[in-house]
């Protein structure tokens, strides 16, 4: 099982940048997929969720009203949408999707998920 995180890059702040993640190896269609983040020298975070349907999403106080997080079933894939980004939201974005199925809302403990992504670096410049 791979998840392939992609869209990282280097932004000026109030810029914006659409991260991608398709998965292989098994479908996730039925798991909450979601992001967290971790910059230098601070433990991974929680940024979004989203639950197998779609209908529910889950932020981090951080970003919301920023960020905006979307999944494509039918291409095992969940997007993050980040717009005025600041150079605090510079880390290595992974994506990541639940152990379990059908949950019904997204958790914000790393605990609750299973499998992982490479992080991809987004670097928001001041």
């Known amino acids: 099982v791979q998840l392939q995180a992609s869209g990282g890059g280097l932004v000026q702040a109030g810029g914006s940048l659409r991260l991608s993640c398709v998965a292989s190896g098994r479908t996730f269609s039925r798991n909450i997929m979601g992001w967290f983040r971790q910059a230098p020298g601070e433990e991974r975070e929680f940024v979004a969720g989203?639950?197998?349907?779609?209908?529910?999403?889950s932020y981090a106080d951080s970003v919301k009203g920023r960020f905006t997080i979307a999944r494509d079933n039918a291409k095992n894939a969940v997007f993050l949408q980040m717009n005025s980004l600041q150079p605090e939201d510079t880390a290595d974005y992974y994506c990541?999707?639940?152990?379990?199925?059908?949950?019904?809302?997204?958790?914000?403990?790393?605990?609750?998920?299973?499998?992982w992504g490479q992080g991809t670096l987004v670097t928001v410049s001041s």
């Open positions: 989203i639950t197998w349907s779609g209908r529910t999403t």
């Open positions: 990541t999707a639940d152990r379990n199925e059908f949950r019904a809302q997204p958790s914000t403990r790393e605990s609750a998920y299973e499998y």
